[in-house]
């Protein structure tokens, strides 16, 4: 039977006999997860904590990833079941040592530390590193009904910084130096341009060294920076509630969407004469891609920050209900770069859809470019 035994400071934040000892220490990732328990949302019984994140694991584990100094110093908050006796010991001394018992391949009921806070963090360090230490603030031997109300305090009681006071913050401080350490967290003082950014810097973005910006180094590249903002400002715009105020799950979910068009489309996505990654293009596919997922999301039929998933029935849409080829042709019209432009696009890509599905010609009715046999003869093969 595995044994953990770790240093720890123990105190009742109030005298009062019905209030929780906390119980404070340092362990190991892994060890954590060894002896705790994130336990789901559930229609009935006693599970209450949030349903695990991807996006937000990977944000973790990607920050520690991005600078040697960034560190996490909030604490996990669980649930710990120890032994009556052990835990009066422990309630009669400031300084202790913690002792957790579990069973050979213990299952989740027979683990005694039940998460109610931190889920994400202490998921996204094991992936980082299981030996990595974080802080851990234990309630012992607390009951359900503590368990639960301690869960909806802290997740109903906390409060975003608003963006002014952060930006007084920044006053104080060495702004070119602070911009950089906040990207590394995907955290910006300047928001979506700043997340811009990051799309064109990280390796994992479909869209890696491909923004244009105003500087000798990145002229002739295909994207402006512009197309990148209007992209992700769509998304942010859906309220989505999986994606809503987290940078990290509004990029993976960005990628998730133009990394099956870059890798199913190759052809078309390296043609510099298509409209695909235009400004208006970049734009209207990412709304039509974000409004098809939104329904599937709304019919319980996907996970928005699920990457796997949305690749998958982003993959299934570019095969069975797009085709590259509309890229190819040239606009009827040379202004499609307003609202009504890009919603004609969109309009147009709704149609494809439709068409393919009743089997008809993929350009029965567009109106935003002419038949095929119109095209560019630059625009070659578009598989």
Request: glycine residues 4%; hydrophobic residues 40%; proline residues 6%.
């Amino acid at each position: 039977m595995p044994t953990f035994e770790y240093e720890c400071l123990v105190k009742k934040q109030r005298a009062e006999s019905e209030a929780p000892t906390f119980c404070m220490f340092f362990a190991p990732a892994g060890e954590a997860l060894q002896w705790s328990v994130v336990e789901p949302i559930q229609d009935q019984g006693l599970g209450f904590q949030r349903l695990v994140n991807p996006s937000r694991v990977r944000g973790v584990k990607r920050y520690l990833e991005q600078d040697n100094a960034n560190t996490i110093p909030t604490s996990i908050i669980l649930t710990l079941d120890i032994d009556g006796l052990a835990l009066q010991r422990l309630a009669d001394q400031l300084e202790g040592k913690l002792s957790i018992t579990i069973p050979d391949e213990a299952t989740n009921d027979q683990k005694p530390g039940l998460i109610i806070d931190g889920q994400h963090r202490l998921l996204g360090i094991n992936a980082f590193s299981p030996e990595t230490p974080v802080p851990i603030v234990a309630i012992l031997n607390a009951s359900d009904l503590e368990t639960a109300f301690q869960f909806l305090v802290i997740n109903n009681k906390s409060a975003r910084v608003p963006r002014d006071h952060i930006r007084k913050l920044a006053l104080n401080y060495n702004a070119e130096g602070l911009e950089l350490r906040l990207r590394t967290a995907r955290l910006s003082l300047k928001k979506n341009y700043a997340l811009v950014g990051q799309v064109d810097e990280e390796e994992c973005s479909p869209f890696y060294q491909m923004v244009r910006w105003p500087t000798p180094s990145a002229e002739g590249r295909a994207i402006v920076p512009a197309a990148i903002e209007g992209a992700l400002q769509y998304i942010e715009d859906q309220q989505l509630q999986p994606i809503k105020e987290d940078n990290d799950a509004l990029l993976e979910f960005f990628y998730a969407l133009w990394n099956p068009i870059k890798s199913c489309w190759p052809t078309i996505w390296e043609n510099r004469q298509a409209n695909l990654l235009s400004k208006v293009g970049i734009i209207c596919m990412t709304q039509y891609l974000t409004d098809s997922l939104t329904k599937l999301y709304e019919w319980r039929e996907i996970d928005l920050v699920d990457p796997e998933q949305v690749q998958a029935r982003v993959e299934s849409l570019l095969t069975n209900s797009l085709t590259p080829e509309f890229w190819s042709q040239p606009w009827k019209e040379g202004g499609l770069d307003t609202k009504a432009g890009r919603q004609m696009v969109v309009e147009d890509l709704t149609r494809i859809a439709r068409n393919r599905r009743a089997d008809l010609l993929w350009f029965e009715d567009l109106v935003t470019i002419g038949r095929p046999e119109t095209r560019r003869a630059d625009a070659g093969d578009v598989s």
